[in-house]
């Protein structure tokens, strides 16, 4: 374990000299023993036995770790060389040749093996290293500490205190939330955003806490910072996607090439469990609305049916196998970077076609499923996302068809016929007034659909993500760029 400089504790020891570090449970460091007791000039931090190596004049209590954490020990022995109050090399383990270079002590270890690679360093221990962390980072988390009784079981106090979204959650100790905030070179008490209904301030650590809770991974936080920033914008309205009777939540599309870096799925079941990234991810940031935000079911969040997707929904577009320019390229983000859209989502509906292999055809049936969003007579009031697979991918990518033509084709056939989506046509009440115009209605705002790319090799089916409404007083989708060195 490495830590800061700092945030070390100051060790002194002699400006010229040796200095070795050991602990009695090595065997190579008791191998050595006789070696260090005739060494002169030397001073010895023993790790774990003060009373350790017998015979050496300069010995010195290092349990507490301090003299080992900050010359930066991974193994036992080591031997270090100063002059000046500088070093001037070291020597890890044991290598009579070695040691005898650096000493300049001649016909060192007679009789002892020539080399011996030594032991791990008390500070490698997981569990040392967890308290070392605690120890000297720890002053820097604010967040209010939840007690928890000696018997009380922790899975069930997070349940009882309402941090969870019904399902388990990872609780989040002070080494869990400082070696997630190692994902990121933020601040902790950096302020992310503004988080709704509540309008509570979240910071680095807050949304760091909840992606413990969600069971992440440190190198997933930038992602999930993003996320948190882009879901609380004006124009993202997560108050508005909270308060709505309408079942949709916050989903997040991932480009970039943190997608490989980090791990996630865009190849078969990408829109399903089974991926650690995409499934914590996207529960991180429902957990930030939840606890910093105040967005709990039942209360704020008036879903008169919800999905499960709002549990967490999160997934990564396959850049590498689609026809089109990746999502956030074709949003303004540039070539090669990383990058979020959050967006109102519902649970995506599957749709199937395996016999048209026209584009024509093809830019129908995905019309037809687009059209059933909220409801088929209902236009111009509701969102959606369409996720194309790459079976169907394959017959826009031979014809020669990117994003923007799929777009203009879908435009086109999602005009509706005003005479069929009047109300009371079909025998149906619902649908739009009737009116003296008989022009057709375009079924989504300017906008007001995206495509996206995953899943698959094997499958000639596509989804259909409906949203919520869009345009003023509704929910924009919102890219974030991702900085994995913020």
């Known amino acids: 374990m490495s830590v800061p400089a700092e945030e ?5 020891w002699p400006a010229d000299g040796y200095v070795a570090v050991v602990k009695q449970d090595c065997p190579t460091c008791r191998l050595v023993e006789p070696v260090l007791a005739g060494l002169p000039g030397l001073t010895v931090f023993t790790q774990d036995d003060p009373a350790f190596p017998e015979g ?49 002590v001649a016909g060192l270890g007679e009789g002892l093996p020539e080399y011996r690679p030594g032991c791990g360093s008390r500070t490698q221990d997981p569990d040392v290293a967890e308290e070392i962390l605690v120890r000297t980072r720890g002053g820097s988390l604010r967040a209010r500490r939840l007690e928890i009784a000696a018997l009380e079981d922790e899975a069930e106090a997070l349940f009882d205190r309402g941090f969870t979204d019904g399902l388990p959650v990872v609780a989040p100790t002070p080494a869990r939330v400082l070696r997630m905030l190692e994902g990121t070179s933020r601040k902790p008490d950096e302020a992310v955003a503004v988080v709704p209904p509540n309008l509570a301030e979240a910071t ?27 879901a609380c914008t004006d124009e993202f309205n997560a108050h508005g996607l909270l308060a709505t009777t309408w079942g949709a939540g916050p989903a997040i599309v991932v480009n970039g090439p943190i997608r490989a870096e980090i791990g996630m799925n865009w190849a078969g ?25 105040g967005g709990r079911p039942q209360e704020v969040d008036r879903a008169a049916l919800g999905h499960p997707g709002k549990v967490g929904f999160c997934f990564a577009e396959d850049e590498e196998g689609s026809p089109f320019e990746p999502l956030a390229q074709s949003r303004g983000v540039p070539p090669g970077r990383s990058a979020v859209t959050v967006f109102a989502a519902e649970g995506p509906r599957g749709l199937a076609d395996q016999i048209s292999r026209t584009p024509e055809s093809l830019a129908r049936s995905l019309a037809q499923g687009l059209r059933s969003v909220c409801h088929w007579k209902l236009p111009g009031g509701f969102d959606a996302s369409l996720v194309l697979s790459p079976e169907h991918g394959r017959t826009f990518r031979e014809a020669g068809w990117d994003r923007a033509r799929l777009h203009w084709e879908l435009d086109e056939l999602l005009l509706l016929d005003r005479a069929e989506i009047t109300r009371g046509a079909g025998g149906i009440e619902e649908g739009v007034p009737a009116r003296a115009s008989d022009r057709p209605v375009p ?40 900085d994995p060195w913020r």
């Open 8 to 12: 070390r504790e100051t060790v002194a």
């Open 56 to 104: 050496v004049a300069d010995r010195r209590d290092d349990t507490d770790l301090d003299a080992s954490l900050a010359l930066g020990i991974e193994t036992v022995p080591t031997l270090v060389r100063f002059a000046g109050g500088v070093e001037q090399g070291r020597v890890v383990g044991w290598s009579r040749a070695q040691w005898a270079e650096l000493t300049g």
């Open 204 to 230: 680095v650590e807050k949304v760091a806490i909840n992606a413990v809770l969600a069971g992440c991974r440190p190198e997933y936080l930038p992602v999930v910072l993003a996320a948190v920033e882009a």
């Open 269 to 293: 079941n990408a829109l399903g469990q089974g991926n650690r990234a995409n499934s914590t991810i996207g529960r991180a940031l429902q957990l930030v609305i939840r606890n910093v935000g």
């Open 443 to 482: 079924k989504f705002r300017p906008g007001g659909y995206m495509i996206m790319y995953a899943g698959g090799g094997a499958g000639m089916f596509s989804a259909v993500i409906g949203g919520w409404a869009g345009g003023p007083g509704g929910s924009a989708p919102v890219t974030r760029e991702v």
